[in-house]
């Protein structure tokens, strides 16, 4: 008798495991349809990302062998670790992240300017040009309101605080340099997209037109309004919006003018592209870095501290904007640690760091600059 009850408990112990699972998967399918997610690149886009160099075995490559995972750690491990490891004490930051808000609609058109906006978002303003890139002004940066929440005060921007956009900039699709609200929100305001192969698939599907898309590969040079120009420019990184990765190109750019150049970094572990690029295109008045976000299991794909005074050289900058920052929690180190080691290396190495508060006017002509190191009270 006992054994017949074991049986049916058993029985129902598995019904009731493969009507979770079935539920957890039914579930998953439907989430994987919201529009945020984006989508795969199909048709002629397809075939001419298949035709790129930069493309083999179904996705696109990085100029060197670049691993998930640094030697010695285990995605297991790096999982768990992140999940459910000791995070510091300062992940976050006690009170709201200080800030100006700018009115952006106000500035001069003659006025060349870089405003932060948190994290890897920033406005630029050049020779009566103006670009917006990587903007993500929700509250979290992920597809789901339950993860990685924005700090308080970093938020404060909005689409509608902005004027109309000639170019908007995305150097990759990960969700904290492409928001499907934000550009979905913005775009009524934007001329043109200036993004990498494959990522014009997400922005067809949440209504671009094809006319506006100039969607291009590294060592690709655009001729943009006012005789600027723009590159296409190698990174170390990878990406993906579901569970297949690299099937978009990632990139930095190249930004100049007849009397700047500025360098846009995106996301990007260190390798030999950082002197290829300063040697071809150097030097830079400028180059707005990833400083943060970190982790030695990652050190392929992004850029440490000790990274750092390795890549400003090699790219021959005499400005270095950190951003990367002071919105998200997306590592376990402390939220103000990232500034605090570029401004130190910054004062050993010689080198001009450049850390205004989100919303601050950085004005490009000037040479000489005194920003607060605002993260300290």
């Known amino acids: 008798m006992k054994k017949i009850n074991k049986q049916k ?5 598995l019904y009731i495991l493969l009507s979770i699972i079935l539920l957890l998967s039914i579930v998953t399918f ?12 199909s048709g002629k886009r397809l075939e001419r ?31 768990m670790d992140f999940l459910f490891g000791k995070s510091d004490s300062k992940l976050k930051p006690k009170d709201s992240i200080p800030h100006l808000q700018t009115d952006l609609k106000k500035i001069p058109k003659s006025e060349n300017v870089f405003i ?43 689409p509608k605080d902005f004027p109309a956009i000639d170019y908007l900039i995305i150097t990759h699709d990960h969700y904290d340099h492409l928001d499907y609200k934000t550009v979905k929100e913005l775009r009524t305001k934007v001329d043109k997209v200036i993004l990498p192969l494959g990522v014009g698939a997400h922005f067809e599907k949440w ?3 094809p006319e506006q898309l100039i969607e291009e590969e590294w060592n690709t040079e655009v001729e943009l309004k006012n005789g600027l120009k723009i590159i296409y420019t190698p990174a170390r990184h990878f990406s993906g919006r579901k569970f297949k990765r690299n099937t978009t190109l990632w990139t930095s750019y190249v930004l100049t003018s007849p009397t700047q150049k500025i360098f846009l970094g995106g ?12 040697d071809k295109y150097g030097p830079f008045d400028f180059a707005i ?19 750092l005074p390795k890549i400003i050289t090699d790219l021959k900058v005499k400005h270095i904007v950190p951003v990367h920052s002071g919105k998200f929690a997306l590592a376990r180190h402390a939220w103000d640690e990232p500034l605090n080691k570029i401004i130190a290396n910054g004062k050993k190495e010689n080198f001009d760091i450049l850390t205004p508060m989100i919303g601050e006017p950085l004005l490009l002509k000037d040479s000489v600059f005194n920003f607060k190191e605002w993260w300290h009270k």
């Open 9 to 13: 408990f058993l029985k129902r112990m």
């Open 30 to 41: 439907f989430v994987l349809q919201k529009d945020d997610f984006g989508a795969e690149p």
């Open 49 to 79: 990302m298949q035709q790129s160099k930069l493309y083999k075995d179904g996705q696109f490559q990085n100029i060197h062998h670049t691993p998930a995972i640094t030697e010695g750690y285990s995605m297991t491990k790096v999982s």
């Open 116 to 158: 932060w906006l948190g994290h890897s978002s920033y406005y630029i303003q050049l020779d009566g040009v103006n670009f917006l890139i990587d903007p993500v002004f929700s509250k979290y940066g992920s597809p789901l309101p339950i993860f990685n929440k924005a700090f308080e005060g970093s938020d404060t921007y909005q």
């Open 207 to 209: 209504n671009y037109k």
């Open 267 to 278: 996301d990007s572990g260190y390798d030999t592209h950082f002197k290829e690029i300063g």
């Open 289 to 307: 870095l990833e400083n943060g976000q970190y982790n030695d299991a990652w050190k392929y794909i992004h850029a440490l501290p000790e990274d």
